[in-house]
């Protein structure tokens, strides 16, 4: 089992930067890859950006080349630098991980409870 809990989220200019934060714990030798998602009011949840197991990066395109993901060493939190902050970036940003499962072969995915984000002048 996997458990994930945000934070970080916040109130920020257009422009401004914000850092989102994922604890993760629990059995993490059996996650393959740990991204975030957003959900913005009205609309469906949304890839943002990914980081697997062997430290590949993807990003969805809105935000190639102003988010940036990343982990620290020990892969029990995982970052989101949010730089040059939209409008269209508000929204509930998810930390997920996608993680083998405990019986038999398979993958399973683990959610936290999401951090608002929003982003006013």
């Known amino acids: 089992q996997v458990q994930l809990v945000e934070s970080g989220g916040g109130l920020v200019q257009p422009g401004g930067s914000l850092r989102l934060s994922c604890a993760v714990s629990?059995?993490?030798?059996?996650?393959?890859?740990t991204g975030w998602y957003r959900q913005a009011p009205g609309k469906q949840r949304e890839f943002v950006a990914r980081?697997?197991?062997?430290?590949?990066?993807y990003y969805a395109d809105s935000v190639k080349g102003r988010f940036t993901i990343s982990r620290n060493n020990a892969k029990t939190t995982v970052y989101l630098q949010m730089n040059s902050l939209k409008l269209e970036d508000t929204g509930v940003y998810y930390c997920?991980?996608?993680?083998?499962?405990?019986?038999?072969?398979?993958?399973?995915?683990?959610w936290g409870q999401g951090t608002q984000v929003t982003v006013s002048s």
């Open positions: 997920s991980a996608l993680a083998r499962r405990a019986s038999g072969s398979g993958v399973f995915d683990y």
């Open positions: 629990g059995s993490l030798s059996t996650v393959f890859n």
């Open positions: 980081v697997t197991n062997d430290d590949s990066t």
